[in-house]
């Protein structure tokens, strides 16, 4: 690993911080570097205040250092006015000598513009630094701009034997397939996506609030997909603890490919991400439309022997771990 590797690796690091705070902005790291020797690391504020730039920036104790640093960014500092100025404006008067970037941002209001901007006033620029890894650390960000849509995760979780849920319920709840520490990671998902989705059925059968409840964050925006208005406001995904947008048939047209239109509607709301936590129904219309980004699939350790079959999709396995007695498999989209 080269010395711009290992910074941009820290930048990525931490620019996680900014997860689930920072939309619709992406979550960039920063690190400032002087002889050799990190002064000031910054990262993306919530939305509305700081880039992660400012923060790095205004972190380093002695500015006359900032003359004879690299700055390493994740992302295209931007060369646009939005809620704060241009980052690239803002390295540029400081006279910080060096920039190194992990990919371009191609947002058609930067776009390569941050990059001209620096190399114009003399700055050294060095584009492209671990730069598979950084487009993936962004792809919400990428996804929402370049496809027009919200970075799309499928959830589920399926028994031993694949099933998704019983055929009959005694209760209006949850039948539980995994253990509480895989439904803890489920919240905290829920913490760092801007939305998730469930259809009319779910509704019914679970009555699910679809809230952080077994971790810190914000409440993702509630998307229940409900054809023909049949849900009522005494459903607990319509309480106040968290915005609800109802998709009816007023909204798309039922009798053509509903994904993609569910996912125009989302992009006119600027929602950047979402999580399609529905049943199965809900679940395979994605994955027929091939609307999808990533899979996040539990596999619990009980079997229902019969029951509502979980859906099928083709993808990549891109990684497999072991909660206690439940797998969790992510797959990417080939």
Known sequence: MTIHETYIKRCLQIAKNGLGTTRPNPMVGAVIVHNDLIIAEGFTSAYGGNHAEVNAINAVKDQSLLSKSTIYVTLEPCSHFGKTPPCSDLIV??????????????????AGKGIAKLRASGCNVTVGVLEAECKAHHKRFFTYHNKKRPYIILKWAETADGFIAPIKKDEKKPVWITNKYSRQLVHKWRAEEQAI????????????????????????????????SKLNSNYSVFNDEAKTIRV??????????????????LFKQNINSIIIEGGSQTLQTFID???????????????????????????????????????LKIYAKD
Do not use: M, Y
């Open 93 to 110: 008067r400081h006279k910080i000598p060096n920039v190194v970037i992990g990919c371009v941002d191609d947002n058609p209001e930067v």
């Open 197 to 228: 989705l469930v259809g009319t059925n779910t509704v019914i059968e679970d009555n699910p609030s679809l809230t952080v409840r077994d971790w810190s964050g914000e409440n993702p925006i509630r998307v229940v997909w409900d054809r023909t």
């Open 289 to 327: 439309e091939n609307l999808w980004d990533e899979a996040r699939i539990f596999i619990g350790n009980v079997n229902f022997k019969t029951g509502i079959k979980a859906p099928k999709l083709n993808g990549n396995l891109i990684s497999e771990s072991q909660i206690k007695n439940d797998l």
């Open 248 to 265: 009816t048939n007023e909204d798309i047209d039922f009798e053509k490919p509903i994904a993609i239109q569910i996912a125009n509607l």
